[in-house]
């Protein structure tokens, strides 16, 4: 299988990519990993005319601490998250999530900001940064801005970007010291997008949880918070009683489509069951 | 679509050709520098015959474009063998474990194992079988090739290779 014909360019500032993209218009595609586009292309699924590759932007690269901030660069490799000692410290349900994103080549080539701006409602990430109440910087010709992972997904593969914008790196909070953490992903073999998943992060005082957020991944149109699940825990030992009103709580919003992973309810019921599943692992993390 | 003149360095050499912007790498690989030696299999990204080495990083060479490998170094199944013509620890280990029954896979297989091993020079059985996860055999059951992985990270680490008990 062959993609379409196209030109390829490689720019080497981020002023220069959005430039292109802005002046080339809806038929150029910013080129990333290429792990999503470039099968969408063979199958002539995607047909752009042009290719705005990412790859020579050096400013896109890297992961670094600011403050009580991780910011991680959009062309950052799974592959690069997980071998950053950084991430290892103060996220590691990052490497716990991308360790679960398909396999290990794709992992070298595949991005952090890729995996976050294409909106495909099956990618891990994005729910793991609503979970982490991160945000994103959105590059265009006149300007920057920062928009909340929560406010950036509006359908399947709709995002907030706006057309000739680029999404440049991720602010990350760092979590609490002691938090704890899990990313439970159902998935049908090694290297699928899931049928269900789930983020927690939450810290525990007193044996009772003080603070949590879940995030739900391909349950959905979009990556959810599910807010409502995590007011249910807060105060509780994560009992058994607790466990099931979450994971009820959590079931309510999704709308997973019915697919070869399965019809919607048992993606619910799955769903409701990472949940829970999370809960536990993370209550177990926390100190 | 006008070509590009593309160098990059392959086993070693500098080689060069033109190649559309479309043109995916393995086709620039095999068709091109006529070394046919890197698999094409499902063409979707799944299979992993087509994996090659690019600066220090295993990729499927089906999944990116010619273009983009513009001045890399490339190691294809082809660079394998050690500088003598012998068989290196890992083409051994597939022969004499029996890692291969129809050998489709086994380029893909060796070139991903080849990083793995760079990486992590003494894996555990469940590090190789997650290192191998985008590789897929089907013929062998996996079995024999994570011995022969074992069997040549045994050679390279100088420690004599034990087979499990079954």
């Known amino acids: 299988m062959i993609p379409g014909p196209f030109s390829y360019h490689r720019p080497a500032t981020v002023a220069d990519a959005v430039k292109l993209l802005s002046n080339l218009g809806d038929e150029a595609r910013p080129l990333a990993g290429g792990h999503s586009l470039v099968p969408m292309m063979k199958l002539r699924l995607a047909t752009p005319e042009h290719l705005v590759d990412l790859h020579g932007i050096a400013g896109l690269k890297g992961i670094r601490r600011d403050g009580n901030t991780i910011v991680i660069g959009a062309m950052a490799t799974q592959h690069e998250l997980l071998a950053s000692d950084e991430i290892g410290r103060s996220l590691p349900i990052l490497d716990e999530t991308a360790l679960l994103i398909a396999d290990p080549q794709v992992r070298y080539r595949g991005t952090i900001g890729g995996n976050l701006a294409n909106g495909d409602p099956g990618n891990d990430m994005p729910a793991l940064m609503m979970t982490l109440g991160a945000s994103y910087r959105l590059e265009g010709t006149s300007g920057a801005r920062e928009v909340a992972a929560s406010e950036f997904y509006q359908g399947a593969y709709f995002t907030a970007l706006e057309p000739g914008e680029l999404l440049t790196s991720v602010a990350i909070p760092v979590p609490a010291a002691g938090h704890g953490y899990a990313y439970e992903k159902l998935k049908r073999k090694v290297g699928d997008y899931a049928t269900a998943a789930a983020a927690v992060v939450l810290t525990m005082a007193g044996g009772k949880v003080a603070t949590c957020k879940i995030g739900l991944t391909n349950l959905s149109e979009t990556p959810l918070l599910a807010e409502d699940a995590a007011k249910a825990v807060i105060g509780t030992s994560l009992d058994p009683a607790t466990l099931k009103k979450a994971a009820a709580a959590a079931e309510a919003i999704m709308s997973p489509a019915a697919d070869a992973r399965g019809p919607v309810e048992y993606r619910k019921h799955v769903g409701g069951i990472m949940v829970m599943r999370a809960l536990q692992r993370a209550a177990g993390r926390a100190s | ?166």
Do not use: W
Not at chain 2, 32 to 47: D, R
Not at chain 2, 83 to 111: K, N, V
């Open chain 2, 1 to 166: 679509m006008a070509k590009t003149h593309i160098t990059m360095k392959v086993n070693g050499a500098e080689v060069e050709g033109l190649a559309e912007p479309r043109t995916l790498l393995v086709h620039f690989i095999r068709e091109n520098l006529q070394m046919t030696g890197t698999h094409i299999g499902c063409e979707t990204t799944h299979c992993g015959a087509c994996t090659v080495d690019i600066d220090g990083m295993s990729v499927k060479s089906c999944t990116m474009f010619a273009v983009q490998a513009q001045g890399s170094d490339i190691t294809t199944i082809e660079g394998m063998a050690n500088a003598d013509g012998s068989l290196s620890a890992l083409q051994e280990g597939f022969r004499m474990m029996h890692g291969l029954q129809c050998g489709f896979c086994t380029p893909g297989m060796i070139m991903r194992a080849h990083r793995l091993l760079k990486e992590n020079p003494s894996p555990t059985e469940t590090e190789i079988r997650m290192g191998i996860s985008g590789n897929i055999c089907r013929c062998t059951g996996y079995q024999n090739i994570v011995k022969a992985i074992q069997y040549a990270a045994a050679k390279i680490n100088g420690v004599e290779f034990r087979e499990a008990a079954e």
